[in-house]
């Protein structure tokens, strides 16, 4: 976290959040290009107040999860990782794991500049090759792969990706970092216990700041009474 | 005039790459410039390369069944526009439900409706595009801010900092978790949660006794197969 002056380190950011708006706002028209040289090269006849009543739902839904999302990946995989994420999806189940386990595999720390560093690096290889697995799929081999990935048998795999890339993401971290995961654990368990684990699942969004609000007060209150093996800076920082 | 043969055209081909090389391109501008930074920080080459060779493998497990989404969406919407949302920010049950309820509004009884036509497929390519554009939309009007806003507050130094992201991250972890972990009606999710903490432990101590640290290295798409396996295998056999 030390290494490199701080304006090198700003220079970075700066870098990193121009190229994130410039890019993200090219991407965000070539997409809306799609639906609207369609509309106009066909002439076809939209009635945009339709549009705007389909999509409300979903806009009322998903704006709010997107906030509540991004504002929790950010301290993790840093800005340059959320620009990309949120550019290709597949956030929990892709991006966050290619970055958790690469900074487990480099030796650095989430939040510090080497992690946001490997954080991109990560998240991008993981774009390309998604993106790309995706266009061979659609060109070529989709045909010929698909009744194989459909086999019966292959189903209770594909339907736990989940749950198995969890117990291999969480395990290491808990139990190198044991009194952290404590109350996150302790009250995550009891939300689902209390509300039912469908209804965590589809409130995730919302429950997601509240438990990571919890789980840092928990670790503060620790890290006060120098549960974690060092003089808390107080005095100084304060 | 039908709507496969706009959905199946080549403006629809072109409109739809047009946004998936920008996407590839960004993914490799954000590399590069980490990659920079990676080594002004000191990170040594080999360690980057290994995380982006661990993305690239973890990532293409769970990028199969997008690979089963893309040919089940295929058949109502043409081949290109899934390719593309699946592609980008969609994710395969977010564009089935987007789509799904354009036609519902339209009267329809799902996309699969032979009503379906034209107009609607147009309507479905706008709800799809602009429902999910949230998480984008917020970078670039709020992550500069929030990435200034934040980098000043670590800039404290506290001793607190690590503890705090690798409480925001378990946090986000249990809660992803406990839904799982707690569901005693999937028993399959359990027990493949369980095999793949139990493999990642594994890989790390094999990697540690025999001295080859690969295994330790790429533990997280090991344990996400060992994981999977053990669904199969809990499902055939119990």
């Known amino acids: 976290m030390n290494n490199g002056s701080s304006e090198k380190s700003q220079a970075f950011d700066n870098k990193i959040n121009n190229l994130g708006r410039i890019t993200s706002i090219i991407s965000l028209a070539l997409m809306i290009a799609v639906p609207l040289v369609t509309t106009m090269f066909y002439k076809i006849d939209i009635v945009f107040t339709e549009i705007i009543a389909a999509a409300g739902g979903l806009i009322a839904m998903f704006a709010p999860m997107a906030v509540a999302e991004n504002i929790s990946y950010y301290p993790i995989i840093g800005a340059g990782g959320v620009y990309l994420s949120c550019i290709t999806g597949n956030i929990m189940n892709m991006k966050l ?31 390309f090759v998604t993106v790309s697995i995706l266009a061979i799929s659609m060109l070529v081999i989709g045909k010929y792969i698909t009744p194989y990935l459909s086999k019966p048998i292959l189903a209770p795999a594909f339907a736990n990706i989940m749950p198995a890339l969890l117990g291999a993401l969480v395990m290491p971290f808990v139990i190198k970092s044991v009194k952290i995961s404590v109350m996150p654990f302790a009250l995550s368990i009891a939300l689902c216990l209390v509300f039912g684990g469908a209804f965590v699942q589809r409130y995730q969004s919302y429950f997601l700041p509240l438990i990571m609000f919890a789980s840092v007060l928990a670790s503060y209150c620790m890290y006060k009474r120098g549960m974690f093996g060092m003089k808390p800076a107080g005095s100084q920082a304060e | 005039m039908d709507f496969k043969e706009v959905a199946n055209s080549n403006l629809m081909f072109f409109l739809c790459s047009a946004v998936i090389v920008f996407v590839m391109v960004q993914a490799v501008l954000f590399a590069k ?59 395969a049950a977010y564009e089935n439900m987007a789509a799904d309820i354009v036609a519902k509004a339209s009267g329809l009884s799902g996309i699969a409706d032979p009503g379906f036509d034209l107009p609607i497929f147009t309507m479905a390519m706008w709800v799809m595009s602009i429902g999910i554009i949230w998480g984008i939309v917020f970078n670039i009007f709020f992550m500069k801010s929030l990435d200034k806003f934040s980098k000043k507050a670590k800039e404290s130094g506290s001793s607190f900092v690590p503890i705090f992201s690798a409480s925001l991250f378990i946090g986000m972890l249990a809660l992803m978790s406990a839904p799982y972990i707690t569901n005693t009606h999937n028993s399959t999710a359990i027990v493949s949660f369980i095999s793949a903490a139990i493999a990642v432990l594994a890989c790390g101590q094999i990697g540690k006794v025999s001295g080859v640290k690969a295994i330790d290295d790429f533990s997280l798409p090991v344990s996400l197969i060992v994981g999977m396996a053990s669904a199969i295998v809990y499902t055939n056999v119990f």
């Open chain 1, 97 to 127: 794991p290619s970055a958790l386990s690469g900074m487990k595999l480099a030796g650095v720390e989430p939040g510090s500049a080497e992690g946001d560093v490997v954080s991109i690096i990560s998240i991008a290889v993981s774009s």
């Open chain 2, 33 to 91: 410039a980490a990659w920079k930074r990676g080594a002004d920080l000191g990170i040594e080459p080999s360690t980057m390369k290994k995380a982006m060779t661990n993305a690239a493998i973890f990532s293409v497990v769970p990028s199969l069944p997008i690979v089963v989404m893309l040919m089940v969406l295929s058949v109502n919407l043409g081949q290109y526009f899934p390719w593309l949302r699946l592609s980008v920010v969609g994710s």
